[in-house]
């Protein structure tokens, strides 16, 4: 919302395996811009986007890192 400046995000995911997050401010942007990594420790996983001082509207995509 208005004012927010982090954002955590939980998904679902395979124990031991590494997820990456990326971020874009419009659908039509050329590519994503990677923001980090965690390692599953179980079959949810979250990571923080702390998007502060200027918080924005953001497009996320989780990736599994090879």
Do not use: M
């Given at each position: 919302?208005a004012?927010?400046?982090?954002?955590?995000?939980?998904?679902?995911?395979?124990?031991?395996?590494?997820?990456?997050?990326?971020?874009?401010?419009?659908?039509?942007?050329?590519?994503w811009?990677?923001?980090?990594?965690?390692?599953?420790?179980?079959?949810?996983?979250?990571?923080t986007?702390?998007?502060?001082?200027?918080?924005?509207?953001?497009?996320?995509?989780?990736?599994?890192?090879?």
């Amino acid at each position: 919302g208005a004012g927010t400046t982090s954002a955590t995000l939980s998904f679902s995911s395979i124990n031991g395996v590494t997820y990456k997050l990326q971020y874009k401010h419009e659908l039509t942007d050329a590519g994503w811009t990677d923001l980090g990594t965690v390692t599953a420790s179980g079959s949810i996983a979250s990571i923080t986007d702390n998007t502060s001082p200027v918080p924005d509207q953001r497009y996320y995509q989780i990736v599994i890192v090879p």
